[in-house]
Structures are given as C-alpha cells and as structure tokens.
C-alpha cells in the first residue's frame, strides 16, 4: 500500500451510478517522513480522512474491497488513516 | 483513479465482440490544474464524455466494473467528468 | 488501453497447456502519430492483427477477457486493430 | 514478487476493519544483493517478518490470497522471508 | 507478457504454505535481442525453466492461472521458454 498525503477535493456530478455518495479525495504518493512525490491521483475514502491527513491507500482491484467500493469502478481506496511510521527504529512521522 | 483530459478518438472496425458499440476517447493523464502529462491512452467512455473534458480513469480490473464494460476485456474506462479540483484550499479546476 | 504496434513475433515450444494456439506477437507501445516508446513485449492475438499494423492493448487481467485467452496466463492481448486516430481534431493515424 | 527488504512499521487506529489485526511493516524494494531502491512502501506481513530482513513482495490482487489477506483491501503482502539469493551462480544473499 | 531471462535462484524456507514446492528464480526483463533491462525479480517457475533461459513472464493476477500457482499469493509467473524472436523480420533471438 502506497503512503499518501490527503491534498484535495475532486467534485463530479456525472459520474458512473455506483460512485454516487462516495467521497472523492484529490492524494499525492508520500515518503516515510511525509515528503510528497510523483503526480497528484484521485482516490475514494472509506475511513473518514480529511486534508493533510497520511494515510495509506491501496490500488488496482483491492479497490473494491472495502464496504464503500464493492463492485464499483474504483481502482484507489483510502484504507487507514496512519497514526505513525518508523524506519529503522526512528520515528519518521507522527500524527499531530 | 488518474485525471486525466479527453483529447481525441480512436476508430476501429476489427475488435473482440464485446467492444462493438464501446465509444473508444484518447486520453492524457494531467495534474490537478490541467496540465497534461505522460503518454495518451485509450478509455472506453462510460459517462459521454466530450473532448476537452477533464475526467476520472480507473485502470486494471476496475475498467470492468461499468455497465458498458462488464466482462469485455477493458483496462481503462473513463467513470465521471469532473467539475472541480481543488488542492490546499485553492480550487485548481473548474468545468467551463 | 495502451495504443502499440506489432513488430515481431515470439515462437515457443515449451509453455503452459492453455497458452498452446496461441499467436503470439511483439508489440511496442506508441503514441496516436505511431511514434514507439519503451520497451517491446509480447501480446496474444485476439483479432487477427499482423506486423506493422496500430493495435489496442489491454492489459492485467484484462487480457483473460477474450475467448481465445480466457483462464490462461496471459497479461496482455491485442483487442482491436485501429483504423483512425485523432487528436485536437487532427488526424494522427490512418490505416493505409 | 519483487525482493525487498523490511525497514520499519506503520501504526494505524483508524482503518476499515478488515485490516485490524494485520501487521503493517514499511519496506523498501531492493536488489539481489541487498541495494534498497525507489520509494519505500507498507505491506501485510504474513510470515512473521522482521526489521532488515530480505523478504519477497507479492502486489496486486496477490495481495489478498493468504489466509491473512482474504478479502481484504490489502495490494502488497509479505508471503516469504529468504534465506538466500544466487545470480550467475553467485551466492548474493544469504540470511544471517 | 515482459520477455526476460532467468538470472538465478531465490531460496525461502519460511514462506506461506501456498508456495511451498514452488521453484522461485530470479529474473530479469530483457530486450527482443536479449539485452537485460530494470531491476531483478522473483517468478514462479511453471514450465522447467533454467538459468540463462530467455522466457515469457505473466504479471499480476495472471500469475495464478497456471496449475503450479493456483489460489498462491503469486505475481508474476515464467509460462513460456522462447525458441525464437524475431522483430522487423529479423531474427533477433533463437535458443541454442
């Protein structure tokens, strides 16, 4: 699962009838230590999250296995809110 | 799901049965302000999608998950037109 | 969907039982004016497709979506032989 | 399966349900021969691995096919610890 | 399906149980003209493959389509030694 920030809102009103009511969070791929890389990506949240949050997200046909995604076109779901992260034995993040 | 902005069409006569009447876009990944990036691709349309517009794709298995695309080999469905972006609190996408 | 051309084929004596019948052809991916990028690999056929012709590619599970490759091993098969593409309103492809 | 290496952990309180219970451990892909490389990420661990080891990484819907992972959203799983790792016939790995 | 060549050996003792038996080999993509490109991996052996073999390799839930990986947390799987290659209707590979 990737490490990702919460950076944004993504509104649509047309939209596929299975992703109606699902909220739509803009994310951006982050590092251990909460540096952000690579290209922004929308995602759909199924645990609460809210901007600047990192949470974890998962990909691809995991998906759609969440309550929330089940058998919706969803290729990317906010699946954990992270609390923290160390790496070799330093604490790198810490939620405030 | 990427963003990414409709940029064209894409023809084909010769196909597999089950993308006979599939509206096949060209599209291009792009940054929540728009700008495009990485190679185009082609999505079958699931939400009549014009050019110009800027959409959400789900890729992999989540492209089977529409009613337009279910059990067809698809990889890339295009599954809402989006009407806003907004990042750090500053809308960076608006539909015209 | 990935836009590629066919450029060569693969022959292969030992391989699983479900992939025996199978056509297996070299595909570049490329962009919609038919310029090639990345690495070549090898797709099943599903549509008749020959050297030098502009395809669609799924990949994934996608490409156990066809009749000719459904349960089998196979991560990428050519769906559909392109006619025409367009970008921008401007013709980038056309099948001689 | 990608070869990684296991760097750290990820605490998280605020998750769907089918991920309680399951270890979360950060890890970082690497080379037979132990060179870490590209972004670290975070796995379900499901054979007991720990801090440095060199494990192998299944992704994907891989993710959920042990008996840890059944149906939940998890896209990468630790599903073995290696003891060693030859290339050219040679011993490039081995487990401490 | 990445064309690549077998490099090597990975051993696991402790693995989940779906693996065991299993014969895990270390790989690498490779150019239709055998030249090796990106990081090692590890597949699945299904076909008897030896070291400086060049074969087919089957990513993603593919890699469960073989009777050797059914129902295993396995991503990427070898279903084909090649013979020959040929692209632009050169010869580019042929087994010795």
Chains 1, 2, 3, 4, 5 share one sequence.
Do not use: C
């Not at 230590?33 to 990909?59: K, N, R, T």
Request: glycine letters at 10%; zero cysteines; charged letters at 20%.
């Amino acid at each position: 699962m990737r490490i990702a920030r919460v950076v944004g809102n993504a509104v649509s009103t047309i939209k596929v009838d299975s992703l109606h009511g699902s909220k739509l969070l803009v994310v951006r791929a982050a590092s251990p230590s909460d540096e952000p890389y690579g290209e922004p990506f929308v995602a759909v949240d199924a645990v609460g999250a809210g901007e600047g949050e990192l949470v974890l997200i998962s990909e691809g046909s995991a998906g759609r296995y969440t309550p929330h995604t089940a058998d919706a076109p969803v290729d990317a779901v906010i699946l954990a809110i992270l609390d923290s992260l160390d790496v070799g034995g330093q604490m790198t993040f810490r939620k405030h």
